[in-house]
């Protein structure tokens, strides 16, 4: 019989702790490397990159050394699952630009933080492929294989309710973003992602999930950049066309979310 990986709320915590840890010194090494004349469209990959294998070497050291298996299921769900989940994941950015836009972006502390990540943006976006690479690629797998694969994987292992275990992994994995609109954005599409993970116990599920809201987010970026007023803050108006998409979103929401509580019903049953 099999030993799983297993993970309760503090060693989450610690894990996090660790992780943005890692970033801090992260800056240090992205200084280095462009010290070194590394080309520009390396740095963003490699430093993002960094911290996460180190993680994943530690936490892999760690589990081989207790000899306990971090259960990982690449499986593929049926088609018509992908329909339903990409169609309620379409609904969710549409209520999660809503929800995070009401967060504040001007005044002497939010003002100036929303300011550094459009530098940083703007910075970054005029090197397309490394930054859509690791946006659209690179960070949906290792983020979602950290925050549903280890550590929502290993608390639904160790006995957590799935709710708690869902909300508790999306707040983490809302805090590593380290910026209040992202902060909140992670536990909308966290919690979401988290839920799929829990019907379908597939990693690739989330990870096409995570691909699909990356690269909606960069084509629109790419797609509006021309206009200057894209990141001027700004809250999206409640008019009555978009109270009627929201409503509408909302319910194809709800809907998917109790077809798919069935469904994971049934399979249990059998």
């Known amino acids: 019989m099999k030993n799983y990986f297993k993970i309760n709320y503090i060693e989450s915590i610690l894990l996090i702790i660790g992780f943005i840890a890692l970033n801090f010194f992260n800056l240090i090494l992205r200084k280095l490397l462009i010290y070194i004349n590394l080309p520009e469209n390396m740095i963003f990959s490699i430093s993002y990159t960094l911290p996460f294998i180190f993680l994943f070497f530690f936490i892999s050291r760690q589990a081989q ?16 699952i992908y329909f339903i989940i990409f169609c309620m994941m379409f609904c969710m ?30 910075s970054e976006i ?34 957590i309710h799935p709710i708690k275990a869902i909300l508790f992994s999306s707040f983490l994995f809302g805090l ?29 599920d989330c990870i ?6 990356n690269a909606f987010a960069v084509f629109t970026m790419f797609l509006f950049m021309k206009n200057k007023d894209f990141f001027a803050p700004k809250k999206i ?7 009627l998409i929201l409503i509408i979103s909302f319910i194809i929401v709800m809907s998917g979310s109790i ?6 019903k049934e399979s249990i049953k059998n």
């Open 65 to 80: 050394k207790k000899s306990l298996t971090i259960d990982l299921s690449m499986s593929l769900s049926p088609w018509y």
């Open 93 to 122: 950015i549409i209520i999660n630009e809503y929800i995070s836009s009401l967060v504040p972006k001007e005044g002497p502390i939010l003002g100036n933080m929303y300011k550094e990540i459009e530098e940083f943006l703007i």
């Open 126 to 159: 005029q090197n397309p492929i490394p930054f859509f690479s690791t946006t659209v690629l690179l960070a949906p797998i290792c983020e979602e294989v950290l925050f549903r694969g280890i550590i929502l994987n290993g608390m639904l292992k160790n006995k």
């Open 176 to 204: 590593t973003h380290l910026n209040p609109w992202q902060f909140v954005g992670g536990i909308i599409i966290g919690s979401f992602i988290g839920f799929i993970y829990f019907i379908t116990s597939s990693i690739i």
């Open 208 to 213: 096409l999930l995570h691909i699909f809201n």
């Open 237 to 243: 108006s409640l008019d009555i066309n978009f109270v």
């Open 259 to 264: 077809f798919l509580l069935k469904k994971k």
